[in-house]
């Protein structure tokens, strides 16, 4: 016999207390308003657990009681796996897991709980001198669970990997409410299946993070950071050639972006000055991190040298720390800048690094090919093959006439991602957005494999009911 809203609050009340438990649909806005605004379902209830404890609690009684459950951390995803789906589901918001554990920087990891937020842990390492090398656009309220859970990437993959990369361990409740204690500092661990990585990525539909051990790195005693003029994508890809030959692991971040989102970030006043040098088709945002007591100067002469043989046309070398904060706030205002001037049809993709330019020409082509006067805006990490393939509506077109048109500009850029060997979606996960495209793109034996994971550890469906495999 299933349950009604009123029964599920009140059952809830009894196992974290009524202050823990949002039943009004009026006070329940933070959680349910995604960023994109493209889902609009409402909820039972929210319930904010304060113990790894009550998180138990809450999910052995909803297995028991055929009640769905979404995992929740900063409500900052951009697929709607953090949202529900048919309006039956209980969001767990994870918020109040807000602690610091541990921090060990000499042995360079930190444990921290789920809902601690990303610049929390920022901060919490840089305290005890280490770093935790993991930078994306939401991290004031991105927060650790769900960060792990989408698998995030960000402007640092290039040197350290993603979110999977960096986790060494989790702990997890299972969709019965067991606990899952994967918590290790352990770099090797040759023992049978690696759990953890099952959960990191999952999106929350076989198990509840509720904290992780994350890996820690010296802070670098200095960067060197450079907004760099560039013919095309080509010339950019060279120029990561060879500044990654020189630098090696020390080139953290090689960001690349078209003129166009420059004039928009100018026009709409989000940018005080063009960080550039001056207007080029497209450019390079570049930076190296120096370690304690390692060689400076190595952006500067890489960029002399490619100036010198023609594969740029010029640089910005950032000289003070407002210069590289301008020059990063350019790129992470890349995307944001784009709904200020009307609708625009995104994409996260990725391609193998040496398919960019191919994936940047023919998807434009494509795409002006559907839509005459469509302005694309592809930007993103050249350096891990993630693209943006971001693109505005033409001037002068309704918004709501052109979103109406995207299906057939998503099949163009997925046929191409697809037969450069690339991904449908590269960090922002599957959620409730892509579940169609992962069925019609993916492995049929891996789906397969997928969903016998998923059967096994949630055979009743509780955790986070539709999303990723449908």
Known sequence: MSL?????????????????????????????????????????AVVQPDSVEEVQAVARWANDNGVKLIPQGGNTGLVGAQVPLYGSEVIVSLT?????????????????????TLEEAHRAA??????????????GSARIGGVLSSNAGGIQVLAYGNARELCLGVEAVLADGRLYRGLN??????????????????????GIITAATLKLFPLPEAHETAFISLASPTQALELFYRLRQRAG?????????????????????????????????????????????????????????ALADGTITDAVVAESLDDRNLMWATREQMSDVQSREGASIKHD?????????????????AVERLVPGIRPCPFGHLGDGNIHFNL?????????????????????????????????????????????????????????????????????????????LG
Do not use: C
């Open 185 to 206: 500092a352990l770099k090797k661990d040759n023992t049978g299946y690696d759990l953890k990585d099952l959960l990191v990525g999952a999106e929350g539909t076989l």
């Open 349 to 365: 993709v990725s391609v193998p690094i040496a398919a960019v330019p191919q994936l940047i020409a023919e998807g434009s082509a």
């Open 392 to 468: 505005s509506q033409p001037v002068g077109v309704d918004g709501k006439a052109f979103m109406a048109g995207a299906e057939p500009v998503h099949e163009a850029i997925y046929e191409i991602v697809t037969r450069l060997g690339g991904s449908i979606s590269a960090e922002h996960g599957i959620g409730q957005l892509k579940t169609g495209l992962l069925k019609s793109h993916k492995d049929p034996v891996a789906l397969e494999m997928m969903r016998a994971i998923k059967q096994a550890l949630d055979p009743n469906g509780t955790l986070n009911p539709g999303k990723v």
């Open 249 to 305: 692991s020390q080139l953290t971040a090689f960001e690349l972006m078209p003129r166009f989102g420059i004039d928009l970030q100018l026009k709409h006043g989000m940018i005080a000055r063009d960080p550039s040098a001056g207007p080029s088709p497209w450019y390079a945002l570049a930076e190296i991190s120096v370690p304690r007591g390692g060689a400076h100067g190595v952006l500067q002469a890489g960029l002399e040298a």
């Open 126 to 139: 840089e305290a005890e001198g280490a770093m935790l090398p993991l930078w994306i656009a939401s991290q």
């Open 96 to 116: 109040r897991l807000n602690r610091v554990r541990s921090v060990n920087a000499d042995a360079g990891n930190m444990t921290v709980e789920a809902g601690l």
């Open 4 to 44: 009604n809203a009123p029964q599920i609050i009140e059952a809830l009340a009894g196992l974290v207390g009524p202050g823990a438990v949002i039943g009004d649909p009026a006070r329940m806005g933070a959680f349910l308003n995604e960023p994109r605004k493209r889902f609009h379902q409402g909820a039972v």
